[in-house]
């Protein structure tokens, strides 16, 4: 009987840690996720972002917050009754000052990192900032097929660069790449009529995309992106309920066209 009851004692004891664990300690089930239940309460929702990266946010001398992540964490305080108040920090320091309860949430064109998932919690992607093709305006082009034996400029040594010499080899494509050394060359080409096309990521095609409407020849993104990059939000590890609500609002505005109108406002 003794050997019995120990048996069962250490069982016990057993499913009584993971319980704590799970329950508990580690707030993976069961844990009030005090973080949102504070942002509910207190009507206030701190977010942390590197306002030095435009189009996704900036700071002015007045210390008026704007740009594209701006929009969206303003869109979150409305959509939960909630003033937001912006920490500004250094991008390298932003996940030191998640961890160390600075803000709540950050929102600073973070892109996705699988290694740090143990370590705090991301929302599902509200921004694809991959490789994208730009064509001008008045071009039916949708894809890089579709320029033919045209020109195709990117920046040497980028990721487009080696892109377009991948894609042009897979697919047996007559394109001339065209390397520019720096931004302002891939501009000049650009005002070549014979390159029909450039690639780039999303974020550079931003300023390629303002350049050209500002010299009066509009350029455009055609297609979809041709590669993933994904901008998520993050929360502390130990905050679920705040990381679901996100999700839930990119979902909802996915579907109504909210995040498509940001795009267009900030990034085209």
């Not at 799970?22 to 707030?27: C, D, F, I, N, P």
């Not at 990521?201 to 055609?222: C, F, I, K, M, S």
């Not at 909802?252 to 909210?258: C, E, K, M, P, V």
Request: charged content about 25%; aromatic content about 8%; some cysteine.
């Amino acid at each position: 009987m003794s050997r019995r009851i120990g048996w069962w004692a250490l069982a016990a004891a057993v499913v009584g840690a993971v319980a704590w664990v799970l329950l508990g300690h580690g707030g993976f089930l069961g844990e009030a996720d005090r973080t949102w239940a504070r942002i509910q309460r207190d009507g206030l929702l701190r977010v942390g972002m590197d306002a030095s990266y435009p189009p996704f946010e900036v700071v002015d001398d007045a210390g008026v917050f704007s740009g594209y992540d701006v929009d969206l964490a303003r869109a979150l305080g409305e959509r939960w009754g909630v003033q937001v108040q912006f920490v500004n920090v250094h991008f390298d320091g932003l996940y030191d000052a998640l961890r160390a309860d600075k803000f709540d949430l950050i929102i600073s064109a973070l892109p996705y990192d699988r290694t740090l998932t143990r370590d705090l919690r991301y929302s599902q992607s509200y921004l694809n900032a991959g490789q994208v093709l730009l064509v001008r305006a008045d071009d039916p082009a949708e894809e890089i097929a579709d320029l033919g034996d045209g020109r195709l400029a990117v920046e040497l040594g980028a990721e487009g660069h080696q892109l377009a010499r991948r894609l042009a080899r897979d697919r047996a494509l007559e394109i001339e790449i065209a390397p520019g050394r720096e931004p302002a060359d891939v501009l000049a080409l650009m005002a070549d009529p014979a390159t029909g096309g450039v690639l780039c990521d999303r974020v550079q095609a931003y300023t390629y995309l303002a350049e050209a409407q500002a010299h009066g020849a509009p350029w455009r993104v055609a297609g979809s992106p041709l590669t993933d990059e994904p901008y998520v939000i993050a929360a502390s590890i130990d905050a679920p309920d705040l990381i679901s609500a996100v999700d839930q609002a990119l979902t909802a505005w996915r579907a109504d066209g909210t995040l498509e109108a940001l795009s267009a406002r900030w990034l085209e």
